[in-house]
């Protein structure tokens, strides 16, 4: 029982509607304003000079025929130049919204404008293993119990797949498996990593299996495909531009990621690397818009941090955080439904570093109004693990963060005088007071993990670290939680129909696993 | 060796004069907006309206006099009431800008604008032993330690006491000595909460001794005084507006605190706890300036939030990290030298949940732009506990979020063409530009503590949290860092004026205890 509730619980009743949630997904961000405007015209220009005074090498036959028809040329390096009009003309006319959809409807996100969402990303090659808390490659199994774990997570919005099955033999099998893991394991949108066309066109009739029948995922799309269309610098990359244009065909949303390093495939400048990726992902833009004009893209500029010391990816640090928070501005600039990476901690455990580099790094880019924040969930070791218990824990913060999105609420009755005036001339105190009781539900969030008690009370419970508490929900969710969206049928077609590594009885409770 | 020097170590040496570091005390923050201008207006409105139309109860003899005098006057309550007048006069003749010395004129402050830093502070009675890891009643001795500790962490601005020392028998003898164990541990600028008079009046001469004799103190005030002059809801704390006015007598800097917690001592409406806490503040502010026009005074809106299932106090809430963030905005809106509170975790440990909790708290705070963010450093368990460790580990966060605070600089070299054309049609990678060598000392923040290691080299070095490794900072600075600023003589004339409790001998190294 809580406090306030102890205290005058009729007056709760009173309210016949339900209140309204303290946070939900879609909430407006745009806040955090790392760059000025005439920083972001600057960049602007840049990134202009760039796509058409060095345009992009490697280009896919197939879509420079294309991009040609649109008013782009090959200069004698033969790299594709995208005049500036063009460019100009492809951001006005790019859809400004679009339903991200997921496999159940009430999981349907709309991306655009200030609308801030999370969810996972990545492809870690390991897992921390839960019984050994040792590091090991992660298999297809690994990828469908943090599906499931993520389903039940509320403020993680979307499952894209966020650790690599090295259990699968070819990239085929990779591929087909990987996005069957999520299928089975969520209702929310999943994202799966295409790199040839190949895959993309194996795992439509899966997709339409789901979705009730042939032709049917193309009206709710709930896989996006994630093209890492460019090798930064300023290449493409053949085969994942095919997938792309197998994905845009298909209907499916596209994820545009350009993931330069800054310091060492991006400029080491910041304001240069957000420069680069943003010429990277309207480069793929273009693209897609030559492919189908009402595609669904998602402006992914997701420039990372070279330790300049060593080379090596720093996704934790404060210079991640900036830039970020820069992309999230920059494709609210141009207002384009848009992603950015943030929670891509360094630390190799869910300690106290972790929890400090995903709390600045996804509140910054939150603030900054990012649509799309990938990564937030899951990850450790600069994105080549993941830990069961992160899954947990980041959804903890992620509420938080949220409820800061969500903003100090300024009406006539927040800012009420005679409520301060009768609580100073009355009771002293305003527990009683019926402004808290209405509050309390609509304006405060109650973590899940995050442990408030005295120190006293802590102690005489075990005193246990976050880690340990959030293991329980690890072992509640997976135990008990076994999606069963897909029907029996149309799983039993999917099994005859690919290669599912992933067994049939590991799908169900008592597996001797869970 | 580093990747870069070890490519091209010759490059490194052509720049004679030492570049700027990455990141300096004050850097300019306030790009994060949670309040609109029109929402800044609504609630200065209300500010204005509770001082005028509701006032303030208990003001003591002394000050009433002066506060009539300056126009104030006390209604039929007793409440002493402020015309809007003299309040927005108060407003705009207060000093914009203050040097906050430290003991050491290199650890100085410049207080003002939208100037960030960080420090320390609190009052928590309990401190987890770094030998038992359990917590127990502070000391003295922690409180000198926890000093020292402090005076080498260069992204911890100052040490404001942030301990009680239990040891002390008398509010006299627990001012005296928290006085001089700061004074004796740092030479960053101190600050101590002085309940009463005698308590300010006796600490005087000490600090006039440390600053070379009577008189001198007043010269370089390196010591503030901390006045919760309020007991909020809307009324004076008695002692302590005493307190404050001798602090402001003695020239003391005064924080000014209004420490109200939303839905008990302050509104559950977010807007409605920023409003009453700058009122409460602005009472404050009026006080001070009645009593010396260019005294010291910060802005400390400390606005708390209530769990509202218990009443408890949630440092690490997301509605705390709004709270303080208003607060600061509100703060820049007035254009006076602030204070707001953030990295007050809920968690007893240093742990994921902690470094989440101060990671969005404390960013969100600097990039509203707060002149001081007090409690930032070392604090747990709801500004309960202190633990040694954490001191060392929010160095490293704060570090890493004032970085985000330095921003991401526009300029013609940050966005040069020509860079990235080179790189492009050149090497294919920026690792051996001159420009990548250039950005590595001055825009790379290297953290203390972060393990950004690949995962196997991680777990070949032991596989360690954070937490362990701050440990051994911990006990090497705490075993060798004995500041010696107070000479031999003056010590021992501060030993045979005061009842000092800490002994002369925990004072050097090899004391026994580290």
Redesign the interface.
């Known amino acids: 029982m ?4 102890t205290r005058k619980p009729s007056r709760r009743n009173k309210t016949a509607v339900q209140p309204a949630p303290p946070i939900r997904p879609g909430m407006e961000g745009g ?6 405007q ?2 972001l015209e ?2 602007h220009a ?1 990134v202009l ?2 796509l058409e ?2 345009g992009l090498s490697q280009i896919t036959p197939s879509l420079e025929a294309r991009a040609i028809e649109a008013g782009c040329w090959v200069d004698e ?1 033969g790299r594709l130049r995208f005049p500036r009009a063009l460019v100009e003309d492809v951001i006005a006319r790019t859809r400004r919204k679009f339903t991200l959809h997921g496999i159940d409807p009430r999981h349907d996100l709309e991306i655009g404008g200030k609308r801030v969402h999370a969810g996972t990303g990545g492809a870690a090659p ?1 897992i921390m293993d839960f019984d050994t808390g ?2 090991r490659e992660s298999t297809v199994a690994d990828l469908y119990d943090v599906a499931r774990l993520v389903d039940r997570l509320d403020n993680v919005h979307w499952y894209h797949r966020s650790i690599v099955a090295r259990d699968a033999k070819s990239v085929l099998d990779l591929d087909i498996n990987t996005t069957y893991a999520c299928l089975a394991g969520t209702t929310k949108s999943i994202a799966v990593s295409y790199t040839d066309a190949a895959s993309v066109k194996a795992v439509i009739p899966m997709l339409d299996a789901v979705a009730g029948g042939a032709g049917e995922f193309r009206k709710r799309p709930f896989c996006t495909a994630v093209c890492c269309h460019v090798v930064p ?3 493409f990359a053949t085969e994942s531009c095919d997938a792309l244009e197998a994905a845009v065909v298909a209907g499916m949303p596209i994820l545009l990621v350009a993931a330069g390093q ?11 690397a ?3 990726a943003c010429a990277e992902v309207l480069a793929g833009l273009v693209l897609c818009n030559v492919i189908d004009p009402n595609c669904r893209a998602i402006f992914a500029t997701w420039p990372f ?1 070279s ?6 990816m ?1 996704g ?4 991640q ?3 970020s ?2 992309c999230a501005q920059m494709a609210g600039f141009y207002d384009l439904p848009n992603s950015v990476p943030a929670g891509m901690t ?15 790094t ?3 880019a939150a ?1 900054a109004g990012a649509s799309m924040i990938h990564e937030s969930a899951g990850m450790q ?2 994105l ?2 993941t830990s069961l218990e ?1 899954y947990v ?1 980041d959804n ?2 992620l ?6 999105v969500k ?5 006539e ?5 005679d ?3 009768d ?3 009355g009771e ?4 009683g ?1 019926p ?2 009781f209405e ?2 539900k609509t ?5 899940d ?7 006293s009370e ?2 005489e419970a075990g ?1 246990r ?3 340990d508490v ?1 293991r329980d929900t690890v072992r509640r969710v997976l135990s008990e939680h076994y999606p069963s969206h897909i029907p029996e049928a149309v799983d039993t077609q999917l099994r005859d129909t690919f290669n599912i590594i992933l067994p049939k009885a590991r799908m169900r409770p008592g597996n001797g696993v869970w």
């Open positions: 809580s406090a306030v509730a806040q955090y304003k790392p760059f000025t005439p920083d600057r960049v840049l000079k760039l005074d060095l390096n390991t040792k590091y610098p300023m290449r800054a310091g060492a495939t991006a400029p080491a400048a910041l304001a240069g957000v420069a680069q941090v330790d300049l010391r060593t080379g090596a720093s934790g640090s404060g210079e955080a900036l830039l928070a820069a360094d630390s190799k455990l869910p300690d106290m570093q972790a929890g400090g580099e995903k709390g600045y996804i509140s910054l603030h070791g600069s080549m693990g992160s824990l903890d913060l509420g938080a963060i949220l409820r800061t903003g100090v609420e300024v009406t009755d927040t800012l009420n005088f409520v301060i005036r609580v100073v001339m002293g105190h305003y527990l007071h402004q808290t509050r309390m304006d405060y969030l109650y973590p993990i995050a442990d408030r008690r005295s120190i802590w102690e005193a670290d976050a880690r959030a």
